[in-house]
């Protein structure tokens, strides 16, 4: 994505107008006013628009689609999840720190052992595109430690480019590492994300939903079991969409209130690529020049790093849990376990069966 640029944009037209005009714009940013629509009373919408901060295209989709078995997941207290891994899976080094990092802090909290995978080599995110490749590979250690994962892998694949791969070989190498990690629960971009712009989202979505069903089998790649690896039966996942434009069904809405630091913190440490990183910084130096601050930026670049995140880049995220009474929430498709189909039918079989 082309997110530095968007940044570039802002910071331009922040400087040509002088800062009264691009804090005029803040401040209009969330007005009370709802979406108009010119659907007739005989339709029942299917997909929702809902208020948006306007302070960035990059954190909430443009619409909402709503399974009527939405849940919404809470804290958990007594680590749940002890002894179950999670895999956070991303084409881009800022994906799951915009998207998901809340909900993958929540669940490490929980009890879970998590790993971050990515798949490109974020070469086209940095002043050229030697920089965005070491510049990203540095970041995702650090957003990983963010989120309290504990170790981030990284595929390489060229940016924007992973089309130009064999799906076949990023199913294998997931496959590979699934069974490795043992992993149960995986986090990636929703495979069916509709009007997604960016094609490595795609690649990775439907990469990580052939290796979750194939990790578990016996026939695939039998050669892994002779070196000693064991299938990995993958039971939950949380697929999120893109935004702008990209949304998917939604049938889980996380709340990640508890959570909301430790995903601004993700995202700072995002400086080659996304929205986040230097930031705040970056717009009190440019203050400080026109003989202006922002009493929320403080009065050094970390504190203004995080507070600009928290205040600009998670109001999305603010106004998304209000939907649902949270304080900050993010929403996904999730895929949960299976029921036990045949221990059913043993159980059935047990209760029903006769003498001969
Ligand atoms: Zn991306």
Request: hydrophobic share 35%.
């Amino acid at each position: 994505m082309q997110r530095r640029r968007f940044l570039s944009r802002s910071a331009a037209a922040g400087v040509a107008a002088g800062f009264g005009a691009t804090l005029k714009a803040a401040s209009d940013a969330q007005s009370p006013s709802g979406p108009s629509s010119d659907l007739p009373s005989k339709f029942t919408p299917a997909a929702h628009s809902i208020p948006h901060s306007n302070y960035s295209p990059f954190t909430t989709p443009d619409y909402y689609t709503f399974a009527d078995d939405l849940i919404i997941e809470r804290n958990a207290s007594n680590k749940p999840h002890q002894g179950k891994i999670l895999a956070a899976i991303q084409a881009h080094s800022d994906d799951i720190p915009l998207f998901a990092a809340g909900t993958v802090a929540k669940l490490i909290d929980e009890g879970y052992t998590g790993y971050l995978i990515r798949l490109s080599n974020d070469e086209a995110a940095g002043s050229t595109l030697g920089h965005g490749v070491v510049q990203n590979d540095a970041d995702i250690q650090e957003a990983a430690k963010a989120m309290g994962l504990k170790k981030a892998y990284s595929f390489y694949y060229r940016n924007h480019r992973m089309d130009d791969n064999a799906a076949i070989e990023i199913r294998a190498r997931l496959i590979f590492l699934f069974r490795m990690l043992q992993v149960n629960t995986v986090f990636a971009m929703d495979p069916y994300d509709h009007y997604d712009e960016n094609p490595d989202h795609i690649v990775a979505g439907k990469a990580v939903e052939g290796a979750c069903w194939m990790a578990g089998g016996a026939k695939d790649y039998p050669e892994h079991y002779k070196a000693g690896l064991k299938p990995a039966h993958i039971r939950e996942k949380y697929y999120h969409a893109r935004s702008p434009q990209g949304h998917n069904l939604v049938n889980r809405v996380v709340d990640i209130s508890s959570y909301i630091d430790q995903k601004v913190r993700t995202n700072m440490a995002n400086r080659g690529k996304g929205p986040a990183g230097t930031a705040g910084a970056r717009l009190r130096q440019q203050l400080a020049r026109q003989g202006r601050k922002l009493p929320l930026l403080g009065n050094d670049d970390e504190t203004a790093n995080f507070a600009y995140v928290k205040h600009f880049l998670m109001d999305d995220f603010r106004i998304l849990g209000r939907q649902f009474g949270l304080e900050c929430a993010e929403a996904f498709r999730y895929i949960g376990p299976e029921p036990d189909y045949l221990g059913n039918i043993v159980k059935y079989a047990e209760e029903h069966s006769v003498p001969l």
